[in-house]
């Protein structure tokens, strides 16, 4: 299994790194560019994302504008709904509207809001039939 974290917060980070490395490789950035050149880059090498952990709240571009990225690449690439990569989004945000639109605009797979614990991460991958 191959994880992408896009977390800004180093702690956060961690976190997601200490659990996914039970599970497979991880790789890991900072930022909305970062996660896009990651993304390009791991389906140029044959070796795409299966999961991708995605901060809403960054500087540069926001989570959503990423998801929105990343599905567009996908819907370039001709992907069936069911092989996009799973993509959870992980924020502070715990409002209607940033919801709303995780899902329904950007068919996010998961949504886990701060502060994130081991147990979350390890439930939200179980219902998304991850592990």
């Known amino acids: 299994m191959k994880f992408l974290i896009v ?22 950035v900072n930022d909305g ?6 993304f390009d880059g791991a389906w140029s090498e044959g070796r795409p994302y299966d999961v991708i952990f995605l901060d809403i709240m960054m500087p540069d571009m926001s989570g959503h ?15 069936p709904q069911i092989r996009e990569v799973k993509i959870i989004m992980t924020t502070a945000l715990d409002s209607a509207e940033s919801v ?19 147990h979350s991460i390890i ?9």
């Open 7 to 28: 977390e800004d917060d180093p702690a956060g980070a961690i976190l997601l790194r200490m659990i996914l490395t039970e599970y497979g490789d991880v790789d890991e």
């Open 33 to 38: 560019p970062g996660a896009i050149e990651a």
């Open 65 to 79: 504008e990423v998801l929105k990225v990343l599905r567009e690449k996908e819907r370039a690439l001709r992907l």
């Open 100 to 118: 709303s639109q995780a899902f329904y605009e950007g068919r996010a797979s998961g949504y886990l809001v701060k502060p994130i614990y081991g």
């Open 123 to 131: 439930n939200e991958m179980k219902k998304l039939g991850i592990i």
